[in-house]
Structure formats: structure tokens, C-alpha cells
T-cell receptor, first 114, second 116 residues
Framework: AQSVTQPDIHITVSEGASLELRCNYSYGATPYLFWYVQSPGQGLQLLLKYFSGDTLVQGIKGFEAEFKRSQSSFNLRKPSVHWSDAAEYFCAVGVRENNNDMRFGAGTRLTVKP | DTGVSQDPRHKITKRGQNVTFRCDPISEHNRLYWYRQTLGQGPEFLTYFQNEAQLEKSRLLSDRFSAERPKGSFSTLEIQRTEQGDSAMYLC??????????????FGPGTRLTVL
């Protein structure tokens, strides 16, 4: 079965600094990959997704992610973090054969220092 | 597009009581999903419906849990004889058929359950 690992439980960055959140997945074929953001007490909002094609995908709010098959990774990046980016970020992997079976990582909590 | 809505947003109950949550999906979405999210974890899949048919259930969905989607629109998730371990955020999501082959799921704000 597929699984997702987000190695960093909590990351703190200064406002204006660059950000990279790590995500590693385990799956035998090319998966569907997603990054979601969750503000406290809220549901999940999709930032970006990868299905196929260009391995660098652009999302909302200035985020991007790069799919690296050789490293089984799908890291999320942002060149300059804003205070409003403070939230919980979840990486998720979906299975092509059963596209209702989506597995989430445990999440990375982002704190932004002024 | 009003998005996925869930009611109530918060529920506090005593152990042993029954609770019921409601989810209203995006109107043209035929698939509806329930997830459970405990503190410090990502969402875990519980069950999903295509129209009114419940097509898949996770092993996490014990006999005390039941979900319905009687008319293929809104759905309810009932937990009977609640236990403290049921305390979690219950998330609902909906999706529609996608020509690329993956049903992108849109999430509601969740119902936070606290069992005392």
C-alpha cells in the first residue's frame, strides 16, 4: 500500500525567507501527488497537484513542488514566505488503480517569525 | 459554488452518547468521502459514496459508526456509544468525475468532536 512520510514535524522560518517542506512517498508506480494546507480549525485547501507531465508544478499562493521519481519525493517550495503562510501542510498520495484511496502524511506545522 | 459544508462545526458530548454529523457536498459532485483526523496526524479515510451507494469502508469504521447518503446528496455520519478515542476532527470531502482520471477532492471545514 502507498504511504507518505513528512520528515519535519515543525519548521520555523523568518518572514521573507525561502521555504522547503519535504515529502517522501512509497508506491510502486507513478502516483498522484498533492499538497494541502490547513489553517487552525479549518478544512484542507489544495495548494497543488501532480498527475503527469512536467515535474515542476505551480500552485496557488506562490507555492511550487517538484516531483522527483528517483528520490520518491515531492517537496513543496516557496521563495519568500509571508506571515499568512503559517499553517499545517499535508502531503498526500493517491493511487491510480483506486483513485479514492488517498493517503496523507502526518503534516508539517509551519511557524513564521516576524 | 458554495463549497462543502459541515454541521455542526463543534460537538461536545459525554461518553456513551450518540452523535450525528451532516455533510453537504458541492452540488454537482457525485462522490462524497468521510475522513477522521486526530491531533497531530493527517486525515485517515473512513468511507466513501458514489451517489447513494456506499462503495468502500475502512477498517477504521467500527460497528459503532454508520454513514448514509440516502438521496445521493447530503450525507450523515453517526457514531453510537461514543468513546473518548472518538475525539477527532471529522472531515467530509466531495468530488466529481475528472477527464484526467483522478477525482480531486474538495474538503469541508470539518466537525470537531470532543468526547468527555
Amino acid at each position: 500500500a502507498q504511504s507518505v512520510t513528512q520528515p519535519d514535524i515543525h519548521i520555523t522560518v523568518s518572514e521573507g525567507a525561502s521555504l522547503e517542506l519535504r515529502c517522501n512517498y512509497s508506491y510502486g508506480a507513478t502516483p498522484y501527488l498533492f499538497w494541502y494546507v490547513q489553517s487552525p480549525g479549518q478544512g484542507l485547501q489544495l495548494l497543488l497537484k501532480y498527475f503527469s507531465g512536467d515535474t515542476l508544478v505551480q500552485g496557488i499562493k506562490g507555492f511550487e513542488a517538484e516531483f522527483k521519481r528517483s528520490q520518491s519525493s515531492f517537496n513543496l517550495r516557496k521563495p519568500s514566505v509571508h506571515w499568512s503562510d503559517a499553517a499545517e501542510y499535508f502531503c498526500a498520495v493517491g493511487v491510480r488503480e483506486n483513485n479514492n484511496d488517498m493517503r496523507f502524511g502526518a503534516g508539517t506545522r509551519l511557524t513564521v517569525k516576524p | 459554488d458554495t463549497g462543502v459544508s459541515q454541521d455542526p462545526r463543534h460537538k461536545i458530548t459525554k461518553r456513551g452518547q450518540n452523535v450525528t454529523f451532516r455533510c453537504d457536498p458541492i452540488s454537482e459532485h457525485n462522490r462524497l468521502y468521510w475522513y477522521r483526523q486526530t491531533l497531530g496526524q493527517g486525515p485517515e479515510f473512513l468511507t466513501y459514496f458514489q451517489n447513494e451507494a456506499q462503495l468502500e469502508k475502512s477498517r477504521l469504521l467500527s460497528d459503532r459508526f454508520s454513514a448514509e447518503r440516502p438521496k445521493g446528496s447530503f450525507s450523515t455520519l453517526e457514531i453510537q456509544r461514543t468513546e473518548q478515542g472518538d475525539s477527532a476532527m471529522y472531515l467530509c470531502a466531495s468530488s466529481k468525475p475528472d477527464p484526467e482520471g483522478y477525482n480531486e477532492q474538495f474538503f469541508g471545514p470539518g466537525t470537531r468532536l470532543t468526547v468527555l
